[in-house]
């Protein structure tokens, strides 16, 4: 394997009209903006990370997302095959973030309590805030609940020494960001607490929320946990692509983090 610690693995794209991306109001001229997608991977301490499974290819089309490459072929293009993978991080249950749990057969999942009985419960009776959530992405989950394979979290929580998990709720009741810290400096993987990094700036939020006043509380707590030096990750810039170079002219959609 080539030498990184973490990768972002960029797997779609799409361009979505300003106002589905920001919930301040959007100048009229700017029509369109670009979202990116990524699945995040981190090795440490002998154990290989997943973070996100990404969208499944029927899924992004019926949503009107392209997808660049399969998020279980883009592990295998950076040399990690779905049983290497020892764990996976599900910030949280939409449908862009857990459309794969199925392809990786030797992984411990880690979820919030809070995040499945969101996912599972009452709050899915409401059209509008069950939207970004895939029936089967849940279903799957609940499955593997039943195989044992699933590590709850209620709040925050070690996984191995430097690596942390840190219950941020707001954009979903159970979102879970990561932090790591590999002794040289700290990246959080923000996940959808943190979609654009210019909401930091701007105290935007994203316009699907559970929880207005945790995603506002939520950037507090990013800050905390990134300190004066760490880096910020969000999760859905494509800023990334600029920001990180790539694991080699073979590998354009893989950036090394660390």
Known sequence: ???WKALALHYGTAERPRS???????????ATARIDYF????????????????????????????????????????????????????????????GNLTAFPKATFHLQDAEMAYGTGRCMCHSRIRRPFAAEAVVDAVRL????????????AILAFGL????????????????FDDGESV????SDALHFASYLKDGDVFPLFADYC?????????????????RIIPGHDPSVLRDFRTLGDDLPHAFVVR
């Open 214 to 230: 945790e995603v506002q509380e939520g950037y507090k707590t990013l800050r905390r946990l990134a300190g004066h030096d760490g």
């Open 1 to 3: 394997m080539r030498n």
């Open 39 to 98: 699945v995040w991977v981190v090795r440490h301490a002998e154990r290989v990370f997943l973070i996100d499974t990404g969208f499944k290819p029927d899924e992004g089309e019926a949503r009107g997302r392209t997808m660049l490459i399969n998020p279980v072929e883009a592990l295998r293009k950076v040399g990690v095959e779905p049983e290497d993978v020892t764990d996976v991080i599900v910030t949280h249950l939409h449908y862009d973030h857990a």
């Open 145 to 156: 609940v039943f195989d044992g394979r699933v590590e709850f979290h209620a709040g925050d």
């Open 20 to 30: 589905d991306l920001a919930l301040e109001p959007a100048d009229p001229h700017d």
């Open 164 to 179: 942390s998990l840190h219950l941020v709720g707001g954009h979903s009741k159970g979102l879970q960001v990561v932090r």
């Open 187 to 190: 990246t959080v993987f923000a």
